[in-house]
């Protein structure tokens, strides 16, 4: 654990989440939605413990009620992110072959547009990754759910004849998960420009040319 930003003291331990009181519900959710804005406006390096209690409208010693520290809040932050940013990838086999592409392409701009609204969250889960081992596991654990369910549709396009049936259907999950988490992080984090409607096009067409994917 990492020495808090104030350099005061011991942090007091957070109360267990089934003792907390309405009130202390409320601080705690007002701490976490104070930290996401914080984080998104000044990255996860330079965000500090002291902001945080300002931004959520409480004492400082009140964030210690229900946080040890910058990163347990952050990864509470993280928590509320996750069901949003994950995403099934590519269609389950189960359509006509005539709506596979337009299932790929759902799925992609559901994604891209998902992380174009949390583009500053993703921008500091990237520094927070490159300081702190716990958050290596985190993008880990988000990426290792994201590539199970695009292999398992891979090898269910494969068993119906619909994707190329040499291809390794974890290693081709792993690559184009890469590819389009990547070009997200470039595009809305960075601030490349692209245009939205393109990007999403040439992902999807990617796709499904990695996976030889019939058109029609």
């Known amino acids: 654990m990492l020495p808090s930003d104030l350099g005061t003291g011991q942090p007091a331990q957070p109360r267990p989440a089934g003792t907390r009181t309405r009130r202390g519900k409320r601080t705690h959710d007002a701490l976490v939605a104070a930290a996401r804005r914080i984080f998104e406006r000044d990255g996860y390096l330079d965000a500090r413990i002291v902001d945080i209690a300002a931004e959520a409208k409480v004492a400082t010693g009140s964030f210690y009620t229900h946080f040890s520290s910058k990163e347990d809040v952050f990864a509470a932050v993280l928590e509320r992110l996750q069901d949003e940013m994950l995403h099934a990838g590519v269609s389950d086999g189960d359509d ?14 559901a994604y891209l547009e998902s992380y174009r609204r949390n583009a500053g969250l993703m921008a500091a889960m990237e520094q927070a990754a490159a300081v702190d081992p716990r958050f290596v596991r985190v993008r880990l654990e988000r990426s290792r759910v994201f590539i199970d369910r695009s292999a398992a549709a891979i090898a269910h396009l494969q068993q119906s004849g619909l994707a190329d049936p040499e291809l390794d259907p974890e290693i081709t999950a792993r690559a184009l998960s890469a590819m389009v988490s990547r070009l997200a992080y470039a595009t809305f984090a960075l601030g490349e420009s692209v245009p939205f409607d393109t990007l999403v096009e040439t992902v999807t067409r990617l796709w499904t040319n990695a996976l030889c994917m019939p058109r029609d």
């Open 96 to 109: 006509e072959r005539k709506d596979l592409w337009r299932g790929v392409e759902d799925a992609n701009r």
